[in-house]
């Protein structure tokens, strides 16, 4: 089943402006994790959070996670033509299997 | 330093027909998975595999078989092949320690006729 589910589907904004997006999920994760997805490529590993931890940085990414609410954000700051591409959670259950439960996808396309 | 390598990269079949593709990883991984992306969707898992010799089914197995005789190949089968099957089949590796993040190849692009 979907796990995690993204929030906006499409993002358009200019090259230097920061890109945020939203993820929802269902049950109790060990941890969540960001993928990116180029245009006729495999996903790329962005960043993992672990489910005690609140917010995680790498490079321009900054990842939030609020296991309240059972949501994570990633924002990419200072966008650049090169993060055009789709962006992909994906949630690790706390129980059972490690196995990743992907959403939908976000959209990126970053205009030079 | 190769990575996750699928053969073939496209393959376009009539339904009935049969295929193999191909999974192969250089970075001695317990764990293999298959998946399919489809349209809008994000990826669902149809099989994976937790070591040499090992399969289990996913969330959408039906249709598909595997096999893991070789630690570093993953075999996906379709017996024979319904215009439900066309997709985007990616594999996927990862070591044995607790939730690392996944290895993509870049993909199969299968097409049901």
């Known amino acids: 089943s979907q796990q995690g589910e993204e929030d906006p589907q499409a993002l358009s904004i200019q090259e230097g402006e920061n890109a945020t997006m939203n993820c929802s999920y269902k049950?109790?994760?060990?941890?969540l994790q960001w993928y990116r997805q180029n245009s006729g490529r495999g996903l790329v590993h962005l960043i993992l959070i672990r489910s005690n931890e609140r917010e995680k940085h790498s490079g321009r990414l900054r990842v939030t996670l609020d296991t309240s609410k059972k949501s994570s954000s990633l924002l990419i700051t200072a966008s650049r033509a090169a993060d055009t591409a789709s962006y992909f959670c994906a949630t690790v259950p706390y129980y059972g299997n490690n196995r990743l439960a992907f959403g939908k996808g976000n959209q990126v396309v970053v205009i030079p | 330093n190769a990575g996750v390598t699928q053969t073939p990269k496209f393959r376009v079949l009539k339904t009935g027909q049969s295929m193999t593709l191909l999974c192969a990883q250089d970075m001695n991984h317990e764990y293999m998975y298959w998946y399919r992306q489809d349209p809008g969707m994000g990826l669902r898992l149809i099989h994976y595999s937790v070591g040499e010799g090992t399969t289990a089914k996913g969330e959408v197995p039906d249709g598909y078989n595997v096999s893991r005789l070789k630690k570093q190949n993953f075999l996906l089968g379709l017996e024979s092949a319904a215009p439900s099957q066309t997709s985007v089949y990616f594999c996927?590796?990862?070591?044995?320690?607790?939730?690392?993040?996944?290895?993509f190849g870049d993909g199969t692009r299968l097409s049901i006729l």
């Open positions: 996927a590796s990862r070591d044995g320690t607790a939730a690392p993040p996944q290895h």
């Open positions: 049950t109790s994760i060990n941890n």
